[in-house]
């Protein structure tokens, strides 16, 4: 076998690999643009009642606001519950939560996680004092998340039977080009992920906070999540029994952004081994998903097998260069070799463009390019620290 048969195989494997992202991520930034669906059931004749989750470890710089921003709902009081899972945070801190008219818990974990915290609150919530009906649904927020006032009246609007609810995660801070490019980075996923999916039929991604799920299911489906990236897995157990998940873009959940590269290269090494550990969890379920015609899925595990966008960012362009470059050395056709990459080039670049929300093209969008060369290079660092066996929680700081 030459040398010119032994390159064209490795160039097909991975234009094959590549190619299959690249598609992936332009249909459903295509799909994106679609009119709008409505298939949804009919709503509920009464209004919900929410318990509203925080969990929060070692959040004391962030929490306190969020608690205050939050109970100025105008929602009815009797009709929603905070309450606050407090892990290993600062006694001073939690005796200033104490004093809000909210459910505080305070578990000591030896290994703490998302997931534990979750399955604390439900074990131990109980209707509190504050004349606190039943919960129909169960909201999460992350510790540093910020809604706006109608954010309970909003969603009871949308809650519905034996649907799941993501509301639009959005940026609260752009004060550095790390957070603003982790802020677009976000909305790119909503438009692919979410609106994509919701815009022709299928469920949108969860995405860890802004989250609702019905009392009742999520309280038989907590005690089943087992690792660090419990939003995948409660995707997964959603889509295992054909619950539908369903977008909401006019819900604001207003997220922190990470603002310096170490948080960044902590936050996208959860997840990045969240990624490979679900889809080691789900893809045993594929046969029976095939069988069942269970379309949602299969999706769901394709996704987990998708290389990260910022990596494609920097591998494409380099096969790009490698591929021109070797059509030349071994004089090899221009047209099986780097006109294709190019032209996979294009299209990712076409979609990204596509993905990105029109408020958000700007011109001082590519003056904050600079920083992702450098992001691009500790993400591909993250990719020896990957261990699927570790369900260790990687926390990411907030800046003072």
């Not at 010119?4 to 295509?30: E, G, K, P, S, W």
């Not at 769901?300 to 494609?312: C, E, G, H, V």
């Not at 029109?358 to 600079?370: D, E």
């Not at 450098?374 to 990687?394: A, H």
Request: hydrophobic share 45%.
């Amino acid at each position: 076998m030459n040398i010119q048969v032994i390159i064209t195989i490795i160039d097909f494997l991975l234009c094959l690999i590549i190619a299959a992202n690249v598609m992936y991520v332009l249909f459903f930034a295509l799909a994106s643009l679609l009119p709008k669906k409505t298939h949804l059931p009919s709503a509920i004749s009464h209004q919900p009642s929410f318990l509203v989750l925080i969990p929060a470890y070692h959040e004391d710089t962030v929490i306190i606001n969020t608690v205050e921003s939050f109970l100025l709902q105008d929602y009815p009081q009797d009709l929603y519950q905070l309450c606050v899972i407090s892990d290993h945070m600062e006694a001073t801190t939690n005796e200033q939560l104490a004093a809000f008219p909210i459910t505080l818990l305070q578990p000591t974990f030896e290994k703490s996680s998302k997931a534990k915290a979750l399955q604390y609150a439900i074990s131990n919530f109980q209707l509190s004092s504050f004349n606190f009906q039943f919960p129909n649904y169960v909201v999460i927020l992350d510790a540093d998340n910020i809604v706006a006032p109608d954010f309970l009246s909003q969603l009871s609007k949308i809650a519905r039977p034996n649907i799941a609810i993501q509301c639009h995660r959005t940026a609260k801070n752009a004060n550095n080009d790390i957070a603003a490019l982790d802020g677009l980075s976000e909305e790119i996923n909503n438009s692919i992920f979410r609106r994509g999916h919701n815009r022709i039929g299928m469920s949108s991604a969860l995405i860890g906070s802004g989250m609702c799920f019905e009392y009742d299911w999520f309280k038989a489906n907590v005690t089943k999540l087992n690792s660090a990236v419990e939003d995948r897995e409660l995707e997964a157990l959603l889509m295992k029994q054909g619950i539908y998940i369903h977008y909401v873009e006019n819900i604001h959940v207003m997220d922190e952004k990470v603002c310096n590269s170490k948080n960044f290269q902590r936050q996208r090494l959860r997840w990045m081994t969240g990624q490979v550990q679900a889809l080691y969890q789900m893809l045993p379920y594929i046969p029976k998903a095939i069988i069942t015609r269970n379309i949602n899925f299969i999706d769901k595990t394709i996704q987990q097998a998708l290389i990260p966008r910022s990596i494609l960012l920097a591998l494409i362009p380099l096969l790009c260069v490698i591929a021109t470059t070797s059509s030349y050395i071994f004089h090899l056709p221009s047209s099986i070799f780097h006109l294709k990459w190019w032209c996979l080039f294009i299209a990712f670049c076409i979609a990204l463009n596509i993905a990105i929300p029109k408020h958000m093209h700007r011109k001082t969008l590519l003056s904050k390019l600079i920083s992702l060369p450098s992001l691009v290079w500790k993400m591909l660092q993250n990719i020896l620290k990957i261990d699927p066996k570790d369900g260790e929680f990687i926390h990411t700081t907030h800046d003072k």
